[in-house]
């Protein structure tokens, strides 16, 4: 059952609502995580706790809970909704302020964690893997809210995964302010190149995903070499494999960028280790 815990208390779903004065919904200022968990453990809890931190740091945002208070209150939450597997949203807003949009009139961020089922693509295509397209919207330039601030505002975002709605797909490459590859609309992205997996640096415009990382080490943790390195279309064009990682997605192959089949346009041998083995790292 969906559970929503607001500073504290725990209520359910219906009775769960916001003051429409909120800066999180007036400005979409805040920060936000999206976590799983697998037979009731929370995927990298702390890595998802720490990456909030640093969003909420970044905007200066002061959270009024201590970590160890936040890890023991997403636990009860995740407990009280009886759930084995499910999503985790998290979110502090900067609280209810005045109609302006100057923080300093914000009191009380407002911190909700709701626990829910997820499902984000259908079965079809994880077996057979995903089209997209690339985006005209680019990621954030780094001198506007970086894009390694999960922050409540997602707009650019969303304008990419209209166009990929609007073009007949789930997800949208977006590169970034110089062209380069840099993630999806809400995946990392990586390809596979002669048997080494190559995904955009960090500071290549995108967010560091807990999923990516974890990829990461399990592809070095079983020979493969992975380099995080500037990845150009020409380079998605003329890969031998492509995936996605993320919290919602986990790892996902992408056989169909903007019309051109990558590799040989069924998931690939080394993005299928990978999803196996991310798969039993979760559920472990
Ligand atoms: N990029 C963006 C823009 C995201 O919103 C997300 C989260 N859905 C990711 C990448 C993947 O990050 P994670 O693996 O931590 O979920």
């Known amino acids: 059952m969906a559970v929503v815990n607001l500073n504290g208390e725990l209520v359910a779903k219906e009775q769960a609502s916001v003051n429409v004065y909120d800066h999180g919904l007036l400005y979409g200022d805040g920060v936000f995580e999206g976590i799983r968990f697998y037979n009731g453990k929370v995927f990298r809890h702390h890595d998802h706790i720490e990456r909030l931190y640093e969003s909420a740091l970044h905007i200066l945002l002061d959270i009024p809970w201590t970590r160890d208070r936040m890890l023991a209150e997403v636990e009860k939450t995740v407990?009280?909704?009886?759930?084995?597997?499910?999503?985790?949203?998290?979110?502090?807003?900067?609280?209810?302020?005045?109609l302006g949009l100057d923080p300093n009139r914000c009191s009380n961020p407002q911190i909700i964690i709701i626990v829910d089922t997820i499902s984000l693509y259908p079965t079809k295509?994880?077996?057979?893997?995903?089209?997209?397209?690339?985006?005209?919207?680019i990621r954030a330039h780094p001198n506007t809210i970086s894009p390694r601030v999960k922050s409540l505002n997602y707009l650019n975002n969303i304008l990419a995964r209209i166009e990929a709605n609007r073009a007949g797909c789930h997800e949208a490459l977006m590169l970034n302010h110089i062209g380069e590859v840099a993630e999806c609309?809400?995946?990392?992205?990586?390809i596979v190149k002669h048997g080494i997996v190559r995904t955009p640096h960090v500071n290549a415009g995108i967010l560091e995903g807990i999923t990516r990382n974890a990829v990461i080490e399990l592809a070095k943790a079983g020979g493969i070499e992975v380099q995080e390195i500037a990845i150009t279309r020409h380079d998605v064009y003329t890969a031998d494999e492509m995936f996605l990682t993320g919290t919602?997605?986990?790892?996902i192959s992408v056989v169909n960028v903007d019309g051109r089949k990558i590799g040989t346009g069924v998931p690939g041998p080394i993005t299928r280790v990978l999803r196996d083995r991310f798969m039993i790292l979760a559920r472990s």
Not at 80 to 98: E, M, P
Not at 130 to 137: D, P
Not at 248 to 251: K, L, N, P, R
Request: charged share 20%; proline share 0%.
């Open 79 to 98: 407990k009280a909704s009886g759930l084995s597997d499910g999503y985790i949203r998290l979110l502090i807003t900067r609280g209810v302020g005045t």
């Open 185 to 190: 609309t809400a995946d990392n992205l990586f």
């Open 248 to 251: 919602g997605a986990e790892v």
């Open 125 to 137: 295509c994880y077996e057979e893997g995903l089209e997209i397209i690339t985006s005209s919207v």
